[in-house]
């Protein structure tokens, strides 16, 4: 691993991860990320990820190492100049491995990150699925929340958030919330039911917007029973679809291929997948993690 001068330092702040691979596609991650740290007025931590082909030691990677610096020196500057907008601390690493998948977990559990943003497609090295440690034990045991953005031109001004309750419709309440206050995004709150419980849904949709503090949200229950359908409906319309993970493993069903609603590939707004580790405390989620 190779750190530059701005690594990773034991602050106690609010801490959001951001993985980098490609200079062209990453503005908008920093954007999010700073985004949400601004709100708890945390740091951005932007880690460059170089992937090294297996046949070729690490310790030869040292041969090239002039030629990562400026990559990582380029790639950084681009992400501390997205991040001087938000007036948000950003410190920067870059890391030489074998692997790249793994190297996030590790990443974010050295970092001691409170959050994850990382970007998905085809053109990231993490999208390749290959792991030493098995995705399953990897992706069931996440070091903190994770946000996974499918970029489509990201644009938070018009959000729709689904949920059906639970930690991880919590954590995308969150995240609409912050970018609610931050840029004055609209929110519509979209909850699926079977007709017969149309009642019940639109009873369980007001009482979790008012818990959630979404007073002027847009509530829709739809009672066709059809989740994907819902949500491709009312996607239409918004810039911004935030979808919870539903089961665990969200990131090994990504690399996989699994994804559990198929109308994530479909939609032509930006999508961010959210999933938060069930064993973090209550203290965790609001404050951050422990520096002891």
């Known amino acids: 691993m190779i750190e530059d001068a ?11 991860l951001v993985p980098l691979s490609n200079p062209h596609t990453e503005q908008h991650l920093i954007e999010l990320a700073s985004t949400l740290a601004a709100e708890r007025d945390g740091v951005v931590d932007a880690v460059h990820i170089v992937q090294v082909p297996d046949q070729t030691p690490l310790e030869r990677a040292g041969e090239h190492l002039d030629r990562i610096d400026e990559e ?27 692997r ?72 995308g309440a969150e995240v609409a919330k912050t970018l609610h206050s931050q840029t004055g995004a609209s929110v519509q709150l979209l909850h699926v039911v079977d007709e017969d419980e149309r009642e019940a849904g639109e009873q369980f949709l007001a009482d979790w917007a008012a818990e959630h503090g979404f007073g002027d949200a847009v509530l829709t229950v739809d009672t066709l029973g059809d989740v994907e359908g819902a949500i491709a409906r009312e996607a239409a319309d918004e810039t911004l679809v935030i979808i919870g993970a539903t089961e665990r493993g969200l990131l090994s069903r990504l690399v996989r291929g ?23 405390s209550l203290r965790e989620r609001l404050f951050g993690r422990s520096k002891e």
Do not use: M
Not at 6 to 15: F, H, I, L, T, V
Not at 80 to 96: L, W
Not at 149 to 160: A, C, E, T, W
């Open 258 to 280: 699994s994804l559990v609603f198929d109308v994530v590939d479909d939609l032509d707004s930006s999508v961010l997948l959210a999933e938060r580790p069930t064993k973090r």
């Open 100 to 171: 790249s998948f793994e190297e996030v977990f590790d990443a974010a559990r050295e970092h001691d990150a409170d959050q994850v943003v990382i970007g998905w497609g085809e053109n990231r090295p993490w999208a390749a699925g290959r792991a030493e440690q098995p995705l399953d034990e990897l992706a069931h045991d996440l070091p903190c929340d994770f946000l996974v953005l499918k970029d489509r031109g990201y644009d938070p001004g018009r959000i729709l958030l689904s949920t059906a309750g639970g930690p991880d419709s919590e954590l």
């Open 72 to 98: 990582s020196a380029n790639l950084l500057e681009q992400a501390r100049e997205h991040a001087t907008a938000y007036d948000v601390p950003i410190e920067t690493t870059t890391i030489v491995s074998h």
């Open 6 to 16: 701005d690594g990773p330092a034991d602050s106690g702040e609010y801490r959001v």
